[in-house]
């Protein structure tokens, strides 16, 4: 079974600075997908980014990155210089790339203090 | 604009009723889901399809059914609602194993 581990509930971060936000994940297959998304308060869920098993490099998406530590199994994404619009839910993600199943983690909830 | 749609955004539904929750994609996407998204559970799969005539169960599959007719459309039915099954709820899509999904923007679910 897959599972995904966000210990997080809540955090707090100043604006423009940088904010971590941890995943954990749980696969025994080895080839996999890790995906991060964010929802504001107006609910919909937007992706942010993607990082795949295999990469050799840290996933970057402007003012995001993906931390990937693969023998660690975590996946941890990193805001740079925070802005107040990034207040948000943020939720990280795994499809194992044998399986059909795309499984979430329980969510972080982000807010950015001016 | 190209996405995944579903209706309705809001519905109050009796204890005991059933309704179909719709959901559909314009992307050709073979991959669909549905999603509930309750406070402090982050969201948990009811049912998938990857592709059409094809579907499996997730993680909280009792009391929903789906089909999967057109690879358009992937509607998920209540068969008898219950108290319970007030949530969120997400239908997504995506081309494949190796992409992230789309999401519609939900639907408002409450049970009285």
């Known amino acids: 079974a897959q599972k995904i581990t966000q210990t997080q509930p809540g955090m707090f971060v100043q604006e423009k600075e940088a904010v971590t936000l941890d995943c954990t994940y749980d696969t025994s297959d080895p080839s996999y997908g890790l995906f991060w998304y964010k929802q504001p308060s107006s609910g919909e869920m937007i992706f942010l980014i993607y990082?795949?098993?295999?990469?050799?490099q840290n996933a970057t998406e402007g003012r995001y990155s993906l931390n990937f530590q693969k023998a660690r199994k975590s996946a941890n994404l990193v805001i740079s210089a925070s802005q107040l619009g990034d207040s948000a839910m943020y939720f990280c993600a795994m499809c194992s790339n044998t399986g059909n199943q795309f499984y979430f983690g329980t969510g972080t909830s982000l807010t950015v203090i001016p | 604009n190209a996405g995944v749609t579903q209706t309705p955004k809001f519905q109050v539904l009796k204890t005991g009723q059933s309704m179909t929750l719709q959901c559909a994609q314009d992307m050709n996407h073979e991959y669909m889901s549905w999603y509930r998204q309750d406070p402090g559970m982050g969201l948990r799969l009811i049912h998938y399809?990857?592709?059409?005539?094809?579907?499996d169960q997730g993680e909280v599959p009792n009391g929903y059914n789906v089909s999967r007719s057109t690879t358009e459309d992937f509607p998920l039915r209540l068969l008898s609602a219950a108290p319970s099954q007030t949530s969120v709820y997400f239908c997504?899509?995506?081309?494949?194993?190796?992409?992230?999904?789309?999401f519609g923007s939900g639907t408002r679910l409450t049970v009285v």
């Open positions: 990082q795949g098993s295999y990469d050799q």
């Open positions: 997504a899509s995506r081309r494949d194993r190796g992409n992230g999904y789309t």
């Open positions: 399809s990857v592709g059409a005539g094809i579907t």
